[in-house]
């Protein structure tokens, strides 16, 4: 193996999102640094910071149509029955919704959860709160898509959070999605949502540690675990 492919193995890509804000954060190191030396490395770490945020690494995704993956890096922070945007036309029942909370040192390039046709996408403007929060759902401002997979509908939701202030989608409505196919990402801080049929049984627990396109979130034709618990 040469140097160059071993350098290429080694690094884990940076979106190219990301270049325009680290050259920032990189001339106003520079430019700081002219004015009170300590402050260039002040700069230059958090250059490091943005480089690392805006990683893009590969994922080994499963493809079995029966599993719901992780669209997020993050902790999973809520697990039970909600009722979905009601701009994603889904209706007013509830479904099972699965949240992974992203803080700033997460990956936050989303990937879709199921394979399937991308029939609706939708952005509502909103509030700023924590996105941690359960009332950050339905107040701040969100990108939702609708994908109808071989299980029925589901919907990945993009939030933003009290830090983020830019959800970038590249999806496109009426076109076919791989599961784990990266769709959009979030700055800097947020949440995504995603809301599941009944049939889908989870298979994660609030607390846990999720890995964008590998983790399993749910299954759909498995045998229930544990019971869903309602987030008041």
């Known amino acids: ?71 997020a890096d993050g902790k999973v922070s809520a697990v039970g029955p909600a009722v979905p945007p009601r701009e994603l036309e889904l209706g007013d029942s509830e479904m099972t919704r699965i949240s992974v909370f992203m803080n700033v040192f997460s990956c936050h390039v989303n990937r879709t959860p199921v394979r399937g046709r991308i029939t609706r996408i939708r952005h509502r403007a909103g509030k700023f709160l924590n996105a941690e929060l359960d009332k950050a759902s339905a107040e701040n401002e969100r990108n939702g898509l609708v ?24 999806a496109e409505e009426e076109t076919d999605t791989a599961i784990g196919q990266r769709f959009g990402l979030i700055r800097f801080g947020s949440r995504v949502d995603v809301f599941l049929p009944a049939s889908a049984v989870p298979r994660v627990s609030p607390g846990q540690t999720a890995i964008a396109g590998e983790t399993v979130l749910a299954e759909f034709g498995g045998t229930p675990s544990t019971p869903l618990v309602r987030v008041s």
């Open 147 to 170: 994908i109808e997979s071989p299980n029925g509908p589901v919907a990945a939701v993009q939030i933003a959070g009290l830090v983020a202030r830019r959800i970038v989608c590249w």
């Open 1 to 71: 193996m040469s140097i160059a492919e071993s350098i290429r193995n080694t690094l884990v890509p940076i979106h190219r999102e990301g270049w325009p804000f680290i050259a920032a954060f990189f001339v106003a190191a520079v430019i700081l640094g002219w004015l009170w030396d300590p402050l260039f490395w002040i700069g230059l770490a958090l250059t490091g910071w943005c480089t690392y945020f805006f990683r893009d690494p590969e994922r080994v995704t499963p493809t079995d149509d029966r599993l719901v993956i992780s669209p």
